[in-house]
């Protein structure tokens, strides 16, 4: 069973940073797509980040140039780093590991407010 779990969310003011991190008890993690998403009150979860096996990645738009995505194989473990964040990235961000199967995480709350 594969279990995710996140840490690093809080209250943050505009412009501040928070990193995120995902630890994952799954010896698959090395071969597994890993991705950042949130949800925000009303909305549709949507992909914030996604990074593949080899390092390539991938951004949402609304993201590019402010978020990283990296990941550490050798600690099972994928981060999350949010700088310049604004009001609008208030969210619940969840961890989620593909490989052939989607898992998640519990979530974890990202707050940016003054």
């Known amino acids: 069973q594969v279990q995710l779990v996140e840490s690093g969310g809080g209250l943050v003011e505009p412009g501040g940073s928070l990193r995120l991190s995902c630890a994952a008890s799954?010896?698959?993690?090395?071969?597994?797509?890993m991705g950042w998403y949130r949800q925000a009150p009303g909305k549709q979860r949507e992909l914030v980040a996604r990074i593949y096996t080899g390092g390539s990645t991938l951004y949402a738009d609304s993201v590019k140039g402010r978020f990283t995505i990296s990941r550490d194989n050798a600690k099972n473990t994928v981060y999350l780093q949010m700088n310049s964040l604004k009001p609008e990235d208030t969210a619940v961000y969840y961890c989620?590991?593909?490989?052939?199967?989607?898992?998640w995480g519990q979530g974890t709350q990202v707050t940016v407010s003054s």
């Open positions: 799954a010896s698959i993690f090395s071969v597994a797509v």
């Open positions: 989620n590991l593909y490989h052939f199967v989607d898992y």
